[in-house]
């Protein structure tokens, strides 16, 4: 079970950090990442994160903006948003899955949480 908080209304150019906390059923899980979903768009990669960290990909677009970081406690995430616009609005996913390489790909994903809305307003 994965568990996301963070979320809520931000203004343009403020800032966010979304948590994710994996429960110990999913202790086996490696990496980690982030989807988000806009109303009426397709659901988009956003980052992903390995299971010590070491390695992360964010997506280009978002590049410089958002980072992914994870603690010293393997089951926790963070996605740090910054200078958020109004196309970052959506409903942000964690997700994780057993696996030894960081992927792009939704469907790759075992584990999903319910989501939490970000919306930032112009």
């Known amino acids: 079970q994965l568990i996301e908080s963070g979320g809520g209304l931000v203004q343009a150019g403020g800032s966010l950090r979304l948590s994710c906390v994996a429960s110990e059923r999913t202790f086996i899980i490696n990496i980690m990442g982030w989807f988000r979903e806009a109303p009426g768009k397709e659901r988009e990669f956003v980052a992903a994160i390995s299971w010590n960290g070491g390695n992360t990909d964010v997506a280009d677009s978002l590049k410089g903006r958002f980072t992914i970081s994870r603690d010293g406690a393997w089951n926790t995430m963070y996605l740090q948003m910054n200078n958020l616009q109004p196309e970052d609005t959506a409903t942000y996913y964690c997700?994780?899955?057993?696996?030894?390489?960081?992927?792009?790909?939704?469907?790759?994903?075992?584990?999903w949480g319910q989501g939490t809305l970000v919306t930032v307003s112009s």
């Open positions: 997700v994780a899955v057993r696996s030894i390489r960081l992927t792009r790909t939704a469907d790759e994903y075992t584990y």
